[in-house]
């Protein structure tokens, strides 16, 4: 265990505990051991207020989301064109400075929704800004703060946020 990456002994007992579901639920976690370090679990650990029943179903969620649910959205991150054409063009960001209570800000502002974006390319800029925000520890505890700017949400855009959309996106962002 990276002595730099555990603040506390709580972390640390906290991080043995999920390590040890992990370990005991191996084969829910197939193909996804090269992720599973003891980063990646702190942000489990820290995102759920160490409690460890919490993390483990959030990390069971996300693994299940990506391995099987919305695995065909995950596997095209891999294509970095198309994965981030809402982030180069200023669809998603994220501010320089924090709010007041130090929580990191998401803005998503439709003026800058391309027309020929997609919405699956929308949520995996959303998904890859959610995971790169999750390198900051201040994340972890702090949480994120959200601002969806509507000036410019019109019907084009309300009729890609179909039902299966937004659950799909809720699924993604809330459950995991």
């Known amino acids: ?6 603040g506390s ?13 992990v370990k005991k639920n191996s084969e829910e976690f197939e193909n996804f051991e090269w992720l599973l370090d003891d980063k990646f679990l702190l942000h489990f650990v820290r995102g759920k207020k160490y409690k460890i029943a919490k993390a483990s179903i959030a990390l069971k969620n996300y693994i299940r989301i990506r391995k099987h649910q919305y695995k065909p959205l995950f596997l095209q991150l891999d294509n ?5 054409i809402g982030i180069r063009n200023g669809a998603v960001s994220v501010l320089r400075h924090r709010d007041a209570f130090e929580r990191t800000i998401v803005v998503i502002n439709f003026t800058f929704w391309p027309d020929d974006m997609t919405v699956d390319q929308f949520t995996q800029a959303l998904v890859l800004v959610t995971e790169e925000c999750w390198n900051c520890q201040k994340v972890e505890t702090q949480g994120v703060q959200l601002i969806v700017d509507l000036c410019s949400f019109g019907w084009n855009h309300l ?9 799909k996106c809720v699924n993604i962002f809330w459950a995991s």
């Open 80 to 84: 970095f064109e198309e994965s981030t």
């Open 9 to 21: 002994a709580k972390e640390e007992k906290c991080l043995e505990e999920l390590k040890e579901i």
């Open 159 to 167: 009729k890609m946020f179909t039902p299966s959309v937004v659950y």
């Open 1 to 6: 265990m990276d002595s730099k990456l555990v």
